[in-house]
Every structure is written in C-alpha cells, then in structure tokens.
C-alpha cells in the first residue's frame, strides 16, 4: 500500500479512558485539538504538507495510532501535540504521548518525532530526556515545528539556528537554543483552524454545556480566540509556552469567520471558547458579540471568565450572541487561601453578587473550586463548599490542587520536597492514580476524599436538584442522577 508523503504529520494524544474513568464514556467532552489545527494552517501557509491524527476522537490506542501512521504516511516530521482542554490538563496527556512515541520509534527508528505543549514547555530537557523523541519545543510552536521540518528535508541539517528548540546530538547531549519571540499577529499568522483534517463528525459537548437541550451535544467544537493570560494564580501552568504572563487576540473579524465555517458548514451550534480568560477586552468581547448578532446565528457558547471582569454592561450583549454559560474560577471560600494564591482580592458577597447577576442576565454559571490549596484546612475547605452551595451554580467543578509543571506550585513542591505524582497521569483530576498536593495542615488522601465527598454533596443537594429540574426539565435532571451514580475509583483511598 502506498503511503501518503506528508511534511508535517500531526497526532493529538490522549485517553478518554485513563483520564477520566467511566465519565469519559458518556459525560465528558470530544474536544477538537485548535491549537493543532491552528498549527496545521501556519504550515499550509508555508507551502508544506499536513495532516492530523485525532486520538480521542477516533479512541485509538497509542499503539493503534503508531500502526496507523507506519501503514499510512510518510511523514518528515511528526509532532505530538500535548495541550489538555483545559488550561492545566496537559500533564495528564503525557503518558498516551510518550507511549505514541515508543511504538512509533518501535515501529520505524527513523522517525523524527518532536513534542509541543504546556507540559513539554515546561519541562522541555527532562522531556527530551525520558521521552522516545528527537525534539522539543519550548514555546507556543509554529516557527519552531516549521523550521524543524525545513532543516530535515535539507541534505545537512542544522538544527542550531531554530528558535525555541531542544534537540540531541549523536553523542546524546542534549542542546537548546535561544526562545524565539512570541507572535504579534494572530490574524496573519495563525488565520484560522484546518477543520478540514479534523473528523468533525466526532466531537460532543460536555453533558452539563447542553442542560438546556441535553439530547443535543454533537455537533460541537471548541475555538481560541485569544492566546496567554496576563494573570499569575500560583495553581496555574497556562503560560508555559509562552515564557511570561501575556494576552494577545485574534480580532473579531478573524473570530467571526472561523464561527461562519463552523456553523455553515459543518452546522454547530455548541461552541467552546477555549480561551484561558475570554470575558476581559471590552472590545475584543463586545466586538465578537456584535458579529454572532448581526449574523442572527443560534449559538450555544460557553466561556471562562473571572469575578472581576465580569461587567455588567457585557452580559446583555453576552446573552444575545448565544452565551449560555460563563465559567468563573471562584476557587475558594476563604479569602485567605485565594489571596495566598494570588487570586484576587474579592469576598464572598462580591462572588455570589457576581453569581447572581450574571444568572439575572439569563447566563448559566459554571463554578470552578480547588480544594488543597496550600493555606487550607477541612474548615477552609468546608467554607468553600458552603460557598458553592450557597452560589448554587447550574454545574460546579471541583478540583484538587496539583502542582502542574510550569506552574509556581510546581517550583515550590520540588523546592519543599513536597510528595508528587508518581506517574504523569497522576495529575489528571479523575484518574485512579490521582494524587493530589498535601497543604499545610491536611494529607494528599484527606484532600481527595473531601473533594470526593463535596461532589456528591453537591450534585445530591435537594436544593441544586430542585433548581436543575425548574430551569432545565425532567430530562437534565436525570443526566444529573444518572452521574452520580457513576463512582470512579481512587488508588489512594483504597489504600
């Protein structure tokens, strides 16, 4: 069978599965991979070939993938793209990306294969180090995977003159050469998303995006429309790849016509603003919303905001444009913990306010809360629960503080000796393997088995399910029972 010759040979790692248990199979989200998409168009602009494999969406095994592109494609160079779907999930993406590259080297020796993402960003020599891989990038990528790839089709390749990249010698020394600075036009160099490559067909919202229609999850897709926060919560690893806190925007005329093909031509109508922090430019967010009501399109969107950009002239404008729901990371109930991790400095009252007017506004609310934070303690974190359930948000999120790689908690663990992960999938939130960070006062299992207990709490609270039932319907109501009866399993509370 002959294979197709490809310049760029993309592959979204990732396992639904290991990730999340069994809420992967039915509740999570199929996200679209738009950074990889993103990249795929830059390297069509320089005249090269691409192509991207979609794991997750296509549920194929590391070594199913590395079967499927030994007997498929002949790439000169092929790019894990490890990114999570939210802004602190890469971690848990490494082991289906470092499994990817040991078939694929198993497979066919001389294959270049390099790594881009968050996690790899942040760790880029130990990366290079333990990974079956010749190459890292250490920054957002584009540049660096394009002059990778020149080099490789050169007869002499010289990979000393390309920005932001980590490579071997012969001798196995690992090299590194100077960041190449960050993009300044989105619009000109980042244009739009290759949906052509992706299998558009496969994607779904997550169950509680669709509480107004539950039935209704596919087709979806998630967009950036910014890149970077200017924000630097201690919890957070976001700005990994990009070397310092930033905020740069594709503008609205740009965003505009991804949302055209997306709902034109392939009919969504459930849209992800992937963004890390979309609710801030007043004339990024204003002008974006004007676009999507001038086209009288019917959108479900949701996006991450925080309770103090939140505005309240946006929210009229937000709800017409088709925002259902605005996720604020409101993390904790305690003033004290949110201040020691650089979360602003907003109580209580002003976070429920905040809760309140945007529900007024007819906008659901995603609440978003990390119990383990350094400062906690169980009445610390019994106070972030009485929060939530106060809020009373139409779906909350309830983590666990990890230590993401690139994120200062992560320098502080290694600087305190603090017990981390064992493996890399450790750090997904709803693995088995999930070890969270202990804080000052309590263990990794106390933390863990209250975040597990606040959940059901919350989800079995007859007020939120009375609330669910009146604004969404028979149906959602029964999603919601239907997931709390899924029980995932945690190593460290059986132990």
């Known amino acids: 069978m002959k294979r197709e010759k490809v310049d760029v040979l993309f592959i979204n790692p990732g396992d639904r599965e290991a990730v999340y248990q069994s809420?992967?199979?039915?509740?999570?989200?199929?996200?679209?991979?738009?950074?990889?998409?993103?990249?795929?168009?830059?390297?069509?602009?320089?005249?090269m070939s691409t192509q991207i494999i979609d794991a997750p969406a296509l549920n194929l095994s590391p070594r199913t993938i590395a079967e499927f592109v030994s007997d498929n494609y002949d790439p000169t160079l092929i790019v894990l793209v490890v990114y999570g779907f939210q802004p602190s999930a890469s971690t848990q993406n490494m082991p289906a990306a470092g499994e990817t590259s040991?078939?694929?080297?198993?497979?066919?020796?001389?294959?270049?294969?390099?790594?881009?993402?968050?996690?790899?960003?942040?760790?880029?020599?130990?990366?290079?180090?333990?990974?079956?891989?010749?190459?890292?990038?250490?920054?957002?990528?584009?540049?660096?995977?394009?002059?990778?790839?020149?080099?490789?089709?050169?007869?002499?390749?010289?990979?000393?003159?390309?920005?932001?990249?980590?490579?071997?010698?012969?001798?196995?020394?690992?090299?590194?050469?100077?960041?190449?600075?960050?993009?300044?036009?989105?619009?000109e160099e980042l244009p739009g998303v290759s949906w052509d490559l992706l299998p558009m067909d496969k994607y779904r919202a997550h169950n509680w995006h669709?509480?107004?229609?539950?039935?209704?999850?596919?087709?979806?897709?998630?967009?950036?429309?910014?890149?970077?926060?200017?924000?630097?919560?201690?919890?957070?690893?976001?700005?990994?790849p990009f070397g310092k806190p930033s905020y740069r925007m594709w503008s609205p005329d740009?965003?505009?016509?991804?949302?055209?093909?997306?709902?034109?031509?392939?009919?969504?109508?459930?849209i992800k603003?992937?963004?890390?922090?979309?609710?801030?430019?007043?004339?990024?967010?204003?002008?974006?919303?004007?676009?999507?009501?001038d086209r009288g399109y019917d959108l479900n969107i949701w996006a991450y905001a925080r309770v103090d950009t939140v505005k309240g002239h946006f929210l009229e404008k937000l709800n017409k444009a088709g925002f259902r729901w605005l996720a604020l990371g409101i993390e904790s109930g305690s003033k004290h913990v949110r201040d020691g991790v650089e979360k602003g400095r907003f109580g209580s009252e002003e976070i429920i306010g905040v809760v309140r007017n945007i529900q007024n506004a007819g906008i659901n609310v995603i609440?978003?809360?990390?119990?383990?934070?350094?400062?906690?303690?169980?009445?610390?974190?019994?106070?972030?629960?009485?929060?939530?359930?106060?809020?009373?948000?139409?779906?909350?999120?309830?983590?666990?503080?990890?230590?993401?790689?690139?994120?200062?908690?992560?320098e502080m663990a290694i600087e305190k000796k603090w017990a981390l992960p064992e493996s890399w999938i450790g750090y997904s939130q709803h693995s088995y393997e999930t070890t969270p960070l202990p804080t000052d006062f309590l263990s990794a299992k106390e933390v863990l088995g209250f975040r597990d207990n606040a959940f059901m709490r919350y989800f079995t609270n007859p007020d939120y399910l009375r609330m669910?039932?009146?604004?969404?319907?028979?149906?959602?109501?029964?999603?919601?029972?239907?997931?709390?009866?899924?029980s995932i399993r945690r190593k460290l509370l059986e132990e």
């Open 210 to 240: 669709c509480f107004e229609h539950i039935t209704e999850r596919q087709p979806y897709a998630s967009l950036h429309t910014s890149l970077g926060c200017p924000y630097k919560c201690t919890f957070c690893c976001i700005n990994a």
């Open 468 to 486: 669910v039932q009146k604004k969404f319907g028979e149906d959602t109501l029964n999603n919601i029972r239907d997931m709390t009866k899924i």
């Open 367 to 410: 609440g978003n809360y990390i119990f383990g934070l350094p400062d906690d303690t169980l009445e610390s974190m019994e106070d972030t629960l009485s929060l939530a359930m106060e809020a009373n948000c139409e779906f909350a999120n309830f983590y666990c503080a990890m230590a993401y790689p690139g994120s200062k908690l992560y």
């Open 273 to 293: 603003f992937v963004d890390e922090m979309f609710v801030l430019n007043e004339n990024h967010v204003l002008g974006i919303c004007d676009r999507i009501i």
């Open 102 to 187: 040991k078939y694929l080297k198993e497979i066919n020796p001389q294959f270049k294969i390099m790594m881009t993402g968050t996690h790899p960003a942040a760790l880029p020599a130990r990366t290079l180090r333990e990974e079956a891989i010749d190459f890292v990038c250490d920054r957002e990528g584009p540049e660096t995977i394009h002059g990778t790839c020149q080099a490789l089709k050169s007869s002499t390749p010289d990979f000393s003159k390309i920005p932001s990249l980590w490579y071997k010698t012969s001798s196995g020394m690992v090299l590194s050469n100077p960041a190449t600075p960050l993009m300044d036009d989105l619009d």
């Open 254 to 270: 740009s965003v505009i016509r991804e949302i055209d093909i997306l709902v034109n031509k392939y009919g969504v109508k459930n």
């Open 23 to 47: 809420l992967g199979k039915t509740f999570s989200a199929i996200e679209p991979p738009s950074l990889a998409g993103f990249f795929a168009t830059y390297i069509r602009k320089k005249g």
